[in-house]
Every structure is written in C-alpha cells, then in structure tokens.
C-alpha cells in the first residue's frame, strides 16, 4: 500500500514512498515559531526540542475525552475538517492557540498562553506532529507543563451511528514541578479544558446538549528520574520570570531607555 | 479512531530473544494485535523484542502511542525493545518522536540479534 514514485531511467532501486508520508512533520532538531500576534507572549517555544511521553518526568497517563455528535450529518473528515479550520475558536477563555490562520498542517508550529491562576500566563507551544484528513496530533516542547502527544481525531461511534470526536493525551509530567501540581491542579484543569473545548465544538456542530466521557489510566506509575533536570526548562517558571520583569522593560522603553520591547524573548 | 486498517503480526521465539514481524497498518486499531503478540513473545526467559518494520506499510500517531505502551510493558519485564527494517521514512518518524531514544535501531535482523544478545 505505498505509492512509487517516478522511476528513473537507469533502473536503479527507488525506496517507495509510503502513503502517510505527508501526514507527518519533517524531522526538525529544534523548533521555532513564525509570525504571531502582537498580544501573544512568545516565549519557552524558539530554539526547544519537542518531547514525548519518553522524555517526561511523572507518571504516564493516557487520558481520553469523548463526546458523541448526534443529529449531526457530518463525516468525521467533514468534522476534522471544520475542527482543524477553527481549532483556536473552540478553546475555553483560559486558553489561546496562535497558529497559522488557514488550517491545522504537519510542522505547524504555535504558541500558546495558557492562564494557570492568579493572574499568571503560562507561554509555551506546539508542534503539529501529524495531520491526516480525520485525525491530528500535537507534540509538546521542553517546558511545556506535559511531555506528551494530543491527539484529536474523529471517528463513526458505530457502524450508522453518529460520528464521534475525541482527545486523547498520553502525557507525563514534564518536570518534578508539575508533577507535584498533578493531582490537584493540573489534571483538574486539563479535564476541564478539553471537556470544555468538546462541547464548544459540539454546539457549533448543532449538538444541543453534549456529554463529554472522561477515562483516565495510568499507563506506568514510575517516575523517570533521570529526566527530572527537565525542570530547567520549566516554562511556568520562565513566564513568571518574564512577567515580573515587565516594569523594568517598560522602564526601558521609556524616551531615552534606549531599548524597544522584544517580541520574543527565549 | 482509525478503524478498518490491517496488520498481521507473527511471533518468532529463540532462547531468550522474541521476534515479531510486523506486516500491514500500524494504528490504534492494531492494538489487539500487538498486545496478543507481545503475549506471545513474552516468555518466561525473554530478555529482548525485537519489531520486524520491513513489512510495514503505513503508520499513523496512534500506532506510535502503541509502540510507547509496549516499551512501558517490555520495561516492566525488564526486556529490551529492539527495531530493524525500518525504511528512511519511518526512521525519521522514530528520531521524530524521539522514540529512537528508547528502542534501539538496527539496519539487519542480524544486527538487531546481536545487540540483544549483548550483555
């Protein structure tokens, strides 16, 4: 099931090209963020690596959020289609995606601000590691809260039965810091905020009332103590670093500071 | 959620090495599949799996979450997860995922063999 490529003349032997090959990002060493807006915190994204649920500190979890769309004439590719063409719009208020305007693509790169309480942004991003036509995924950069893969996708719940869509997260805590906010804090926020995000994306579907499942199991129990230098890169850390930091640059930046405000900060 | 894909994965045990040749799709939906051959290459006495990619015919992110919840159960048991076959499309995908940081790489069975069969 791979498509050939054009053969060349001399008959040598041409690897075939497989047929998910444009679904998946290009191999890159680090990442690095093109245009965003200029109300976006761009920080913690330029110049880190991504990192799966390999490279985490904490415990791995994999935690699916579900809801079924009923009523809703749609295919699941019709569904991601939509999904990927406004993925930012069905975000709760806590949260802002800054990514390309036009879709959702393989080696996308965006920024994110995240609001972690009291007044706090949390800035870090993600890169779109696959994207075919009824699934996407996204993988974290080092600091981000999670080492982990985010998948959307959408699917037939059964067969002639209405179309489903889903999150799934396999995750680790990035670092001995957020491990600790695990249980209470973080967790908690993240089942709200994709629950949240289902049900933007169902009543935009013209479900009235959807129900969003939630299952969570943990895929390993271990820490990997040897990532627990991760939290060098902590991205909390370094966003509350920047944000206290924002007198003093807009000191700077006063007649004769002599100093204009850096769009990116890494 | 990709439904309807296929793959056939075949068990090869020798001493404390288990081979599984894995043919067809790579998705979530190969996850009955995989579980049930690593059941089989499992063994009391295996020290090492290694995946046979030369068969592979498409991979999406879900068949490489699968890979990730294998490695957790080979590392439970102590097992080493080796790799061999993988074309250079798919071995981008591994250093990709980083997962080429946790599941050894090999250009041959043979060479996969032999660095199971190390100390």
Redesign the interface.
């Known amino acids: ?2 498509t050939p490529p054009a053969q060349p003349d001399d008959g040598e032997q041409v ?1 075939l ?5 444009s ?6 060493t680090t990442l690095r963020v093109g245009e965003v807006p200029a109300e976006a915190i761009n920080l913690n994204v330029t110049g880190k690596r ?6 985490g500190f904490g415990r ?1 979890w ?1 935690k699916t959020y579900r809801v079924e769309l009923p009523g809703v004439v749609m295919t ?1 590719a019709e569904v991601i289609a939509v999904w990927k063409r406004s993925f930012a719009t069905f975000w709760p208020p806590s949260g802002h995606f800054y990514g390309p305007l036009t879709s959702i693509a393989p080696g996308d790169v965006a920024v994110l601000n995240l609001s972690v309480g009291g007044g706090v942004k949390l800035s870090t991003g993600v890169l779109v ?2 994207a ?1 036509e ?2 996407f ?1 996204f ?1 974290t950069p080092e600091g981000h809260i999670f080492a982990a ?1 985010i ?1 959307f ?4 719940a059964e067969p002639d039965g209405p179309t ?1 869509v ?1 999150v ?1 997260v ?1 995750l680790r805590a990035n670092d001995p810091l957020y491990e600790l906010g695990m249980p209470i804090i973080v967790q908690r926020r993240e089942d709200r905020f994709w629950q949240q995000t289902l049900v933007n994306l169902a009543r935009h579907l013209g479900v009235a009332e959807p129900q969003v499942s939630t299952v969570a199991v943990c ?2 129990r271990k820490r990997q103590w040897s990532h627990a230098g991760n939290i060098r890169h902590n991205a909390g850390v370094r966003t509350v670093i920047y944000t206290l930091g924002a007198p003093l640059r807009a000191l700077r930046r006063t007649p004769g500071g002599g100093e204009d405000e850096p769009r990116a900060v890494e | ?3 309807g894909t296929s793959s056939t994965m075949d068990v090869r045990v020798d001493g404390d090495v288990s081979v599984v040749d894995i043919r ?2 790579v998705t979530a939906a190969s996850e009955a599949a995989l579980s049930e051959a690593y059941q089989a290459a499992n063994t009391p006495s295996t020290r090492a799996i290694v995946l046979n990619f030369s068969g ?7 068949g ?2 699968m890979l ?2 294998l ?2 159960r080979a590392n ?1 048991q102590r097992q080493r997860l080796l790799a061999f076959g993988l ?4 071995r ?2 591994f ?5 080429d ?2 599941i050894g790489i090999h250009d041959s069975e043979a060479a996969a063999l032999a660095a199971a069969q190390a100390r």
Do not use: C, F
């Not at chain 1, 090209?17 to 090959?21: G, H, L, V």
């Not at chain 1, 679904?23 to 890159?28: P, S």
């Not at chain 1, 996708?153 to 037939?156: E, G, M, P, R, T």
């Open positions: 099931m791979t690897e090209t497989p047929r998910d090959a679904y998946w990002a290009k191999h890159v991504v990192v799966g649920p390999l490279q791995l994999q699941p590691l696959y075919d009824e699934s995924t993988m893969w998948t996708s959408a699917a037939a489903a889903q799934q396999l895929v390993d | 959620m990709n439904q067809g799709d592979l015919e498409y991979m999406n992110s879900g490489i979450g990730v919840t490695l957790v439970r074309n250079q499309h798919y981008q995908i250093e990709l995922t980083r997962l940081e946790a």
